[in-house]
């Protein structure tokens, strides 16, 4: 088995834009630097990196369940990212593409992947620079219906953990999303938008409602305006749907390191008490069921907290 490390984290686009200091910031600012000098000496040979997108990269015009990025990868300017260019490894990105359809998975695959905050900012935060390691992207289509069901990420984790067994290199698996927090105002649903943002979530720039430009400065204001909303109590824990019940159970059995128990849950009633952004868990599933079966051990929890100045349930986890 392969020398392995894990770090699953939340992200949040509002963890940059709040318009007053929350007293728990330090802390999870601690934690995050606490987890990067722990990457940094493990000192990583392989990152396969587990993350969502925000119709940045993927749109509805075809949106897979599970991408793998084996060329080129850049992230975008948006709001709560960082761009830049990723340091992707094609020959362990084919790899794995074909180690995954010989073991029943049929993913995409991106030979030019765009990126935006669900996977930088993590990628940041516990790597210090995109382009730190050589690194395989993953991408998990969970925002929108039909909803994928935790067993199948589960499962392609899995899988993503046996291929990287067969590498000698030290592997990091690294997760961005969730926990429970519901971003429609800025995200909706299919047919619950304006038109002109509909049009973008269906093509992006193609669509003809904003270049891509004038997408991220809209979304840039928007979140400014739902930072100062959380703040002065016009948008409160109810509207961003956080549920720390549901979001500690989910930890728990994260934590057990039994992910099959989590098979039984129903994604799109989790959506409706937890938020449509509880779902980028899928992530956090697919990297610590990748760690299990490439001989790493389960997560242990660093931080949570309902956190309403940032907009979400915002935890931490790690093995390794």
Excluded at 54 to 59: K, L, S
Excluded at 104 to 115: A, C, E, I
Excluded at 172 to 180: D, K, P, R
Excluded at 256 to 269: C, E, H, I, T
Aim: a negative charge; aromatic letters at 10%.
């Amino acid at each position: 088995m392969a020398e392995t490390h894990l770090v699953c984290t939340s992200h949040s686009p509002i963890l940059y834009l709040r318009p007053e200091k929350p007293d728990y910031e330090d802390d999870i600012f601690r934690i995050l630097s606490e987890r990067r000098e722990a990457v940094r000496a493990f000192d990583p040979g392989i990152a396969f990196v587990f993350g969502a997108d925000h119709y940045a990269g993927f749109h509805l015009n075809a949106m897979p369940s599970f991408c793998i990025g084996r060329g080129t990868a850049h992230a975008v300017d948006d709001v709560g990212g960082f761009p830049g260019p990723l340091d992707v490894d094609r020959e362990v990105g084919l790899g794995l593409l074909q180690f995954l359809r010989g073991a029943g998975f049929d993913p995409g695959q991106s030979l030019r992947m765009t990126v935006d905050h669900g996977f930088s900012q993590t990628m940041k935060n516990i790597l210090g620079e995109l382009d730190a390691c050589p690194c395989v992207p993953v991408f998990i289509g969970a925002m929108t219906t039909p909803f994928l069901a935790f067993r199948r990420s589960r499962e392609l984790g899995a899988a993503v953990g046996r291929c990287a067994a067969t590498l000698e290199r030290r592997v990091l698996f690294l997760a961005s999303g969730g926990l429970s927090h519901h971003p429609a105002r800025y995200y909706p649903p299919l047919g619950e938008g304006p038109p002109e943002t509909e049009a973008w979530q269906m093509a992006g720039s193609a669509g003809g409602s904003f270049t891509d430009a004038e997408w991220f400065e809209t979304l840039l204001d928007m979140h400014v305006e739902g930072a100062r909303m959380l703040a002065d109590g016009r948008r409160t824990r109810a509207d961003v749907r956080l549920n720390p019940e549901i979001d500690r159970a989910f930890l728990d059995i994260l934590a057990s390191g039994d992910l099959a128990a989590l098979d039984s849950w129903d994604v799109g009633a989790l959506v409706e008490t937890a938020g449509i952004g509880f779902a980028e868990v899928h992530g956090w599933i697919a990297a610590a069921a990748a760690n299990l079966a490439c001989g790493g051990a389960a997560p242990a929890v660093d931080f949570y907290l309902d956190t309403l100045e940032y907009a979400i349930g915002y935890a931490i986890a790690h093995a390794g």
